[in-house]
């Protein structure tokens, strides 16, 4: 079991940025991919990002169109998502996800093994 906190939601003006960050805890943090999913209500949680073990790959959802940075710090046990560019349509829950196993990265639901309570995101036209 791995312990995920969620900070760095908010209210932001469209066109804003926000930087959202991780903290992990619980088992080794370096050996497992990390994610960020977001969800609104009525709808299925999904995909945002997603960041290797090593740091080395990185992976986006189409709707981020460069504008989402994922990273992480594994001396700090740590991922962060910096969001720039932001649109109303950002508007969601963002949840922190750390990968079920060391060798598949988290880029679907069924890929995770752990979740954060989540973040509101909020972008005002």
């Known amino acids: 079991q791995v312990q995920l906190v969620e900070s760095g939601g908010g209210l932001v003006q469209a066109g804003g940025s926000l930087r959202l960050s991780c903290a992990a805890s619980?088992?080794?943090?370096?050996?497992?991919?990390m994610a960020w999913f977001r969800q609104v209500a009525g709808k299925e949680r999904e995909f945002v990002a997603a960041?290797?073990?090593?740091?080395?790959?990185?992976y986006y959802a189409d709707f981020v169109k460069g504008r989402f940075t994922i990273s992480r710090d594994n001396t700090k046990n740590t991922v962060y998502l910096q969001m720039n560019s932001l649109k109303p349509d950002d508007t969601a829950v963002y949840y922190c996800?750390?990968?079920?196993?060391?060798?598949?990265?988290?880029?679907?639901?069924?890929?995770?093994?752990?979740w954060g309570q989540g973040t509101q995101v909020t972008v005002s036209s």
């Open positions: 996800a750390a990968g079920r196993n060391t060798i598949f990265v988290a880029t679907n639901i069924q890929s995770v093994g752990s």
């Open positions: 619980g088992r080794p943090f370096s050996i497992y991919s």
């Open positions: 960041v290797s073990a090593s740091a080395g790959n990185t």
